[in-house]
């Protein structure tokens, strides 16, 4: 669990992989964002733990629900406010790139036929992917049903490293079985593997170290996903109600197709 928080202060590394349509020459600047924006924050929060640990004892740091805004009352006295002002600047910059980068994943996998084609469709006038954006709130608004933050963090983090390990397994069988295919990004293949065996760690020992129901809800979750894609996107049971239901959405929403999906 130490470990799921740890990463957590983290994560937001990975958005950029989401938007690299969006980029020029992804095959550069990917890299080069990733290796500056990780090496920057990681030094910054290594010094923001420091100065926590300088100002505040083990105890304070315990028994604080918010160190930061802890941490401002004992060094900028009657200013400490700021720091309530500017951790809610950092979660909504947070959240912005998270939400844009969210709906985009959304946008593509209707666009390759994994989910419905009203989630690959942009509104006409300000060609924003508003369906895919409007159906990643509604999926974040029933994750927080359960009002606990912490919880949220693990179970978020035990679903994400599960699909982490299944997307590398992945690479590692394209870089055996299809060494032929284009590659703009070379990896050694000791990292991926790294990975998965951390991935297998992190989704393994949470279960087997403190079993809980919730692990259950989570892989149900997981797999209700199977239970909408195999029938409906799939075999595309039902055509003409969803047929309907999408002309119908894209007439509410002022949507349409996207010139890769024509």
Known sequence: MGVYQGLWSYAGWYNLNY??????????NLPRAVVIAISLVTGLYLLVN???????????????????????NKVLGSWGWTMS?????????????????GGRVCFVAAREGHLPDILAMAHVRRLTPSPALIF????????????????IVNFSSFTAWFFYGITLSGLVYLKIKKPELPRPYKVPIILP??????????????????????????????LSGAIVYVPFIHFKLCPGLL????????????VAPTEKNL
Do not use: C
Not at 19 to 28: G, S
Not at 136 to 151: E, M
Not at 193 to 222: H, T
């Open 50 to 72: 420091v100065s926590y640990l300088t100002v505040m004892t083990p105890k304070e740091l315990m028994s604080s629900s918010a160190v930061a805004v802890t941490w401002g």
């Open 85 to 101: 002002v500017a951790a809610a600047l950092s979660a909504f910059g947070s959240l912005n790139g998270t939400f844009f980068s």
């Open 19 to 28: 938007v690299t349509e969006e980029l020029k020459r992804p095959e550069v």
């Open 243 to 254: 047929t309907k239901l999408t002309v119908f959405l894209q007439l509410f929403l002022e």
């Open 136 to 151: 990643t709130t509604v999926v974040s608004l029933l994750v927080l049903i359960p009002g606990d933050f912490q919880s």
């Open 193 to 222: 593997v790294l990975v998965i065996i951390v991935a297998i760690f992190l989704v393994l020992a949470p279960i087997l170290d403190n079993p809980q129901i919730e692990y259950l809800y989570v892989s149900l979750f997981i």
